[in-house]
Every structure is written in structure tokens, then in C-alpha cells.
């Protein structure tokens, strides 16, 4: 199906959907980012779901002829709120919000322009800041892909609601949410939306901050499960169902089922634990091999996500309950050094400099390694950094990385992430057609990592930007080059 471009509309209304219950300490923030946006041409739907605490008091507070409030007279749950708000709203483009997450105020205005270039696209969304657990400070910046289709959306969460702007078509013609679904609901749409032909794409910024809550638990984990994997059947079995996405079945329920894992190893619930671990066992032994096996390394990022623990504890807890056959208590040191590694190099990159020393201190005393794995990853981070904030604020990143890493294994560390840092700069420069760039970001490289003046693909880009001529080579880009 072929869906309509966006309406010839000089300024197309956006409808932001914020369905809220128990939210009334977030929702004025929420609704000052909406009102503050530089689109001005907007409706700020807040359905209040019944909610028992002082929303009603919260909207009084607003006199904006813009906001529409919609009350329940009994709860009907997060599915049926959106939906509730999607047939209110009477903008060519419906924008999802939770509650207790805030738009950056260039959102809908970077969304409006993409839609109107971008004919073919009906879904967007952006990359988002991740704010530490109760709190307002950033934890992380995640850039999902710049597009998605049906694979992507069966296999993992590539966005959250509050990222996402799209074409009102697209969600009546999918036929909403689902309330059925339970908490698969936006797996559930999506997807919908996807086997009925609709486009995504990514504004490529970050203009959402989304808010994570400190010891907020998860219900009916075991109910959750059963929700996503029933989605996932229903895509599945549907005959528009491409048979590539079709062969994946295994490794989309292997990633749901790794969420699950760590849920309840971190909230006790033991026998759901180890039934959960045995089953994705069993479909990828790999899970436990290597020096390193992937599920100690998803557990351990699980670990560290909320900086009001202690991840030392979290992996004691996690380990005590795993089954016999998936025991990884062997791995305790290297995790335990590792969490404080990355924890350090998280606060630094954010400008957390006293948090970053005293974790990259306790690493280095527990004998934490700088490897090949970190530096890809620090780099992947700063070039993200950079593509919001600028090249100087990322080389100030990179010079407060650099002094993390060499307070856990020396000078070399950093050398290394510098260079890395700049290889990748001139393999991005040549393949933007800057080609002057590329010598000076070379020499740069090369002076801080000699090794990378003998790797072909640095020496084909150096002579082409030189001499001129010839596409970039296969790859084009040395992520983390060497090791230190």
C-alpha cells in the first residue's frame, strides 16, 4: 500500500499524544518542552487515565489555548490512552510523549522539515539523551539506525515512544493499539504499521530526554514475555510477512528473552530466572562461550545502568541465582573491574570528572583492561558526541576519555583513542567528499597511533585525497584500530 505524502499544509499541526497516569510530579516539565518548541504550530493532548493523584491540578496551571485535556472516568491502561488521544487529534502528524519525558525544543520543528523532504517516509524518530535514573543528569546518548523495517522492529526496540513523529494515515490505517497486546503494545503497531507498508527513517538528533526511574520495578515479567511473543507469532504468521524476517524468529525471541533474563536475575524472581536462562540456553549455547560470553557481558551493562547502585551487589545478586549449568561466578573479578571501567568512562565523556576518577581509580586497582572492544566503543561515542555538539566540544571529550583510560592502563590508552578517533574523522571526511581534510586527519592519526600508516584502506584514502580520484574503500572506517 502506497500511503499519501504530508498534506500541502504551509504549517502543518502536530498532535502530541501524552497519555498520563500517576505522572503529576513530571507532567508541567513535560508540557513546558512542548510548549517551548519552536514549531508553534501544535496540540498537546494530555489524557489523564484516571489517574489518583493531582493531574487535574497540574493542568489548571497552564492557560495555553493549545493544551486539550481529556480525563477518563475509569482506567483503561496505556493502549486505549494513546488511542484515545490519536482520534482526538486533528494534526496531519500525531507525536507520541510519555508523561515523564521531555522534548529538546527543536523537535518537532527537525521532524516537520524531514517529513516534508521525505515524502515516501510516514515514521520517524531521533536519537535521544538517556537521563540517569531519577535524576536530570546524562547517563547516555543513543542513536538508534537511520532506517528500520519489519527485521529491525521484531528484533529489538530501536526507538521509544517519545522519539516518534509520523503521518496520522499510518497509525488509523494499522488500526491503533492493540489493548490485547498488554505490554507489547508498541512492539505491536509498529510492526502493523511496517507489514502495511509504511516507511521509518531517523532524524538523526537527539531531541528527546527520556527519564528513567531509580528501584522502579517491573510487574508480571512472565506476562510481559508472553505479550511480545505473541506479537512476535502474529507478524510471523501474517502472509505479507517477508520470509528473511520469517527466518529470524529465533534470534528476535532470544533478544526479548535476554530482557527478561536480567529483569528477573535483578528483582529475585528466581525460578523465572533460571527457566528464562535455561530456555535461551538452549536456543544459542554460545551465550556462554568465549572469554567473555555475551550473556555476562548483557548482564553486566544491565549491572551499571542505574549509577544509584552498586553494581558490585547487583552482580552478586545476579550470579547467586543463575542455574548450575550457567554458572559465571568464575567471571566475578573481571565483571566487577569492568563495571567500574565503564562506569568511569560513561561519567567522563558526560563531564563528571570526581565520579569518572573514582571509578576508573577502582578499576585500576582491581586490574581492569583497556581493550580493542572499549576503544571501538568510546570511539563510536565521541563521533556521536560530536555529530550533536560540535568537534571542539568532542575533542574536549576526548581529552577528558583520554585521561580515564590512562589513569587505568597508562598513556598508551589514550594515544590510542585519540588516534582512532582521528582515523575515523578522516574516513567520514572522504566519504562526505572533504577530501582536503584527509592528510591533516592521517598525520593526526598516525602521530598518536604509527601502526595505522601500514593499514591499506588509511593509505588508500591518503593517496586518492592527495592525487584525487576513486570511490572510498570497502569498510570505510578503523573503529578502535590496534590495541593497547
Request: charged residues 25%.
Amino acid at each position: 500500500m502506497t500511503m499519501s505524502p504530508l498534506p500541502v499544509v504551509e504549517d502543518p499541526l502536530v498532535s502530541v499524544v501524552i497519555p498520563s497516569f500517576r505522572q503529576a510530579a513530571f507532567l508541567a516539565e513535560t508540557l513546558r518542552s512542548v510548549f517551548a518548541q519552536t514549531w508553534p504550530h501544535l496540540e498537546a493532548i494530555v489524557v489523564d487515565d484516571a489517574s489518583p493523584d493531582e493531574t487535574p491540578e497540574v493542568i489548571a496551571t497552564f492557560d495555553d489555548p493549545r493544551l486539550v485535556y481529556i480525563r477518563h472516568d475509569t482506567n483503561r491502561g496505556l493502549p486505549e490512552s494513546r488511542n484515545t488521544g490519536m482520534r482526538a487529534a486533528r494534526g496531519e502528524l500525531i507525536a507520541w510523549l510519555d508523561a515523564d519525558d521531555v522534548y529538546h525544543p527543536e523537535k518537532l520543528e527537525a521532524h516537520v522539515a524531514f517529513l516534508r523532504a521525505n515524502p515516501a517516509v510516514g515514521f520517524t524518530y531521533s536519537a535521544r539523551f538517556e537521563w540517569n535514573h531519577s535524576q536530570t543528569t546524562i547517563r547516555d546518548l543513543f542513536r538508534p539506525p537511520l532506517a528500520v523495517d519489519l527485521l529491525d522492529l521484531v528484533r529489538w526496540f530501536p526507538f521509544c515512544p517519545s522519539e516518534v513523529v509520523m503521518r496520522r494515515e499510518w497509525p488509523f490505517t494499522a488500526g491503533l493499539f492493540d489493548p490485547a497486546r498488554g505490554s507489547a503494545e508498541d512492539t505491536d503497531l509498529p510492526c502493523r504499521m511496517a507489514l502495511a507498508g509504511c516507511r521509518f527513517a531517523s532524524v538523526d538528533r537527539a531531541l528527546n530526554y527520556r527519564r528513567y526511574h531509580s528501584g522502579r520495578g517491573r510487574r508480571n515479567l512472565a506476562g510481559r514475555l508472553a505479550d511480545v511473543s505473541g506479537v512476535l507469532e502474529a507478524v510471523f504468521a501474517d502472509p505479507r510477512c517477508p520470509d528473511h524476517v520469517r527466518a529470524a524468529r529465533d534470534t528476535a525471541l532470544k533478544v526479548h528473552l535476554m530482557d527478561i533474563v536480567s529483569l528477573s536475575l535483578r528483582q529475585e524472581e528466581t525460578a523465572l530466572a533460571q527457566h528464562s536462562v535455561r530456555r535461551l540456553v538452549r536456543m544459542d549455547p554460545t551465550m556462554l562461550q568465549g572469554e567473555h560470553p555475551e550473556l555476562l557481558t548483557y548482564l553486566l551493562s544491565e549491572s551499571i545502568a542505574d549509577e544509584n547502585l552498586d553494581h558490585e551487589r547487583v552482580l552478586d545478586v545476579i550470579f547467586a541465582q543463575l542455574p548450575t549449568e550457567a554458572d559465571l561466578s568464575a567471571h566475578r573479578a573481571w565483571a566487577v573491574a569492568r563495571g567500574h571501567l565503564l562506569r568511569g568512562v560513561r561519567h567522563a565523556l558526560w563531564g563528571r570528572l570526581a565520579e569518572g576518577a573514582e571509578h576508573c581509580g577502582a578499576a585500576a586497582r582491581l586490574g581492569a583492561g583497556v581493550d580493542t572492544t572499549l576503544i571501538q566503543m568510546l570511539t563510536t561515542q565521541v563521533l556521536s558526541y560530536e555529530q550533536e555538539f560540535g568537534e571542539g566540544a568532542a575533542d574536549e571529550a576526548v581529552h577528558r576519555l583520554g585521561a580515564a583510560v590512562s589513569r587505568v592502563s597508562g598513556g598508551a590508552s589514550a594515544r590510542q583513542l585519540r588516534g582512532s578517533v582521528a582515523i575515523n574523522r578522516a574516513f567520514r571526511d572522504y566519504r562526505a567528499n572533504r577530501r582536503a581534510a584527509v592528510p591533516g586527519r592521517v598525520v593526526e592519526a598516525v602521530r598518536h597511533t604509527p601502526s595505522l600508516l601500514a593499514n591499506r584502506g588509511v593509505q588508500s584514502i591518503l593517496l586518492r585525497s592527495l592525487v584525487g580520484g576513486g570511490p572510498p574503500p570497502a569498510g570505510g572506517g578503523l573503529e578502535g584500530h590496534g590495541s593497547a
